[in-house]
């Protein structure tokens, strides 16, 4: 069997992890991008997702940023799960807007990784700020190859 090269592999687990992500694609999410360690994910505010103040409820960014590491986590496909998580929202989100998660690894040292995630909205107005833990299952594939 031929070896694939990162980015290959990347691309295999972008096309197989979202095509059976239901949370993501329930909530409207697009991978717009991804490599190794790293992954762009995009979602639009809708009306069901605005909580009783008229913006975006918090735990729709979250998702967004949660998915964005999910895929920058598996990207070597090594299943990777989350160990814990942070979110600081800075500025609300509104109907309408679109939402882009960037994730990058930070460090990836064993079983153990930290990846930053921030969320901008299309004006490149910052909204949240996200540090992913996670841990990796050794041997075991995030996807079938």
């Given amino acids: 069997m ?6 290959q592999t990347a691309d295999l687990v972008r096309e197989r992890m979202f095509a059976n ?5 329930a909530l409207g999410m697009r ?3 991804m490599s190794p360690g790293q992954a762009t994910l995009t979602m639009t505010v809708r009306e069901d997702m605005l909580n009783g103040h008229d913006i975006c409820h918090g735990g729709f960014t979250a998702a967004l940023a949660d998915s964005a590491f999910a895929f920058a986590c598996n990207s070597y496909n090594e299943l990777t799960l989350a160990s814990g998580f942070a979110i ?3 500025a609300p989100a509104r109907l309408g807007d679109v939402l882009t998660a960037v994730c990058r690894e930070v460090v990836k040292s064993g079983r153990s990784g930290v990846y930053d995630t921030v969320v901008d909205n299309q004006h490149g107005q910052r909204i949240a700020v996200f540090r992913g833990r996670s841990h990796t299952l050794k041997g075991k594939p995030a996807v079938a190859a």
């Fill in 31 to 33: 991978v717009v991008e």
């Fill in 21 to 25: 992500d239901r949370a993501s694609k």
């Fill in 88 to 90: 600081d929202l800075v």
């Fill in 2 to 7: 031929t070896e694939r090269i990162p980015q």
